[in-house]
């Protein structure tokens, strides 16, 4: 048992400083995930010091950690918000969220503020046993009335969330991408819902002293039972994100476009979920003053390195904004560089293979076509355009 939740707590912080350091397209909901996943390994961390009896040691990892624990549904709520409105806005209904929060917060501080020897009363209650410290009363509240409380709230705008997740999971449900995403959605909102019931319904038991688990179900250890499928439940949600880290960049999906766009195309309407628009363009001008795009091994992969976001991601950006797909439009550059080269008379000391190079394409037959395609002309024929209009 203390095994599980050592495990899950390092576990949990190694996703943190995952979430919060490393980069993703979709920065505000991967931070709220980390979040999630920071309250669940300091929630493990501090019950495996309390169940192997360490506390003595650790006092000072006692009764302050409630506050951060009654946050939980916050960041949970957040995050799925932030995928389904594309975008993170703060809305007043947003603090009732924080209910529970707040009792927490009066019920440490009264504690703190109280006379020493109540906090004292509370951890030595703790350490002789760790089973009656739930029994504890705070201010207001006793230690299980706040377990019980946060995991209500929790069940309750999770079902609150509903009709707006069910919504979304129907947008786009035939790409591949979406349907990933989609499974990891309603995975993790399954899993927290039955998180919630099993431990509301442990709360409960606990608090009436009443055994449910062993009165409907005869599982005579059925606490302990309750216990371990929670924190299994907790590494597996922990699990997902790290063999399908795409889920982490979110969806793109842009909101009825035209493809090919013209001066009086509204680009601010132009929202891609998941993707910084002015940050990308910004890097796309970059990269394409540093002329990348030459190389002959110049990829969509190697491209969306350098951006520092998924490949997938990239080809959609630029199929939506420029109504293009990724090999049109390192081509149009190339092009744009081979005319510039023509026009400057390149080619009165260079053959057109050294021309074909010089722009990144293998052979002169390769080069021939894309300027073709591109331009209407082949490269000869634009030459002697050139000729004639001199």
């Known amino acids: 048992m203390n095994s599980i939740l050592l495990i899950t707590s390092i576990f949990g912080i190694v996703l943190t400083s995952l979430f919060f350091f490393k980069k993703f397209t979709n920065t505000k909901a991967t931070l709220f995930l980390g979040c999630f996943y920071f309250i669940i390994s300091i929630y493990t961390l501090q019950t495996y010091v309390v169940e192997a009896r360490l506390l003595k040691q650790f006092s000072y990892f006692f009764l302050w950690p409630l506050i951060l624990y009654n946050l939980i549904i916050v960041p949970i709520y957040f995050y799925f918000e932030t995928l389904i409105e594309d975008k993170f806005l703060w809305k007043k209904e947003y603090l009732l969220l924080f209910v529970p929060f707040l009792l927490g917060v009066v019920d440490v501080g009264a504690v703190y503020a109280a006379p020493s020897k109540v906090y004292e009363d509370i951890l030595q209650g703790a350490i002789t046993d ?3 410290r739930f029994k504890a009363h705070y201010w207001l509240l006793t230690l299980y009335q706040h377990y019980l409380l946060r995991h209500v709230w929790q069940c309750v705008f999770l079902l609150v969330l509903l009709p707006k997740l069910l919504a979304f999971l129907n947008e786009g449900a035939t790409d591949q991408l979406k349907m990933t995403l989609n499974k990891w959605l309603m995975f993790f909102w399954l899993m927290l819902m039955v998180m919630s019931l099993m431990a509301i319904a442990h709360a409960v038991e606990k608090w009436i002293d009443f055994s449910i688990f ?35 960049h979110g969806y793109p999906r842009s909101r009825k476009i035209p493809l090919i766009k013209d001066e009086t195309t509204d680009i601010s309407a132009d929202l891609k979920f998941g993707l910084d628009e002015t ?28 951006l520092e976001m998924p490949a ?12 293009i797909s990724f090999t049109t439009y390192k081509n149009n550059l190339r092009m744009e560089h081979a005319k510039y080269l023509i026009d400057n008379g390149f080619l009165e000391n260079n053959t057109m293979e050294a021309l074909a190079e010089e722009c990144g394409f293998a052979n002169r037959s390769s ?24």
């Open 214 to 248: 062993n009165h409907f179900f005869g599982l005579e250890n059925g606490s302990v039972i309750v216990t371990v499928l929670l924190y299994l439940i907790l590494f597996a949600i922990g699990v997902v994100p790290i063999y399908f880290p795409m889920i982490l």
């Open 367 to 390: 080069f021939s076509k894309a300027f073709k395609n591109l331009k209407n002309l082949s490269p000869s024929e634009y030459i002697l355009k050139i000729q004639e209009n001199c």
């Open 312 to 323: 997938h991601h990239l080809s959609y950006f630029i199929h939506q904004y420029f109504g």
């Open 130 to 132: 760790t089973e009656n």
């Open 279 to 306: 940050e990308i363009k910004e890097k796309l001008e970059l990269l394409a003053q540093r002329k990348l795009y030459l190389k002959q091994d110049f990829t969509v992969t190697k491209f969306a390195r350098e």
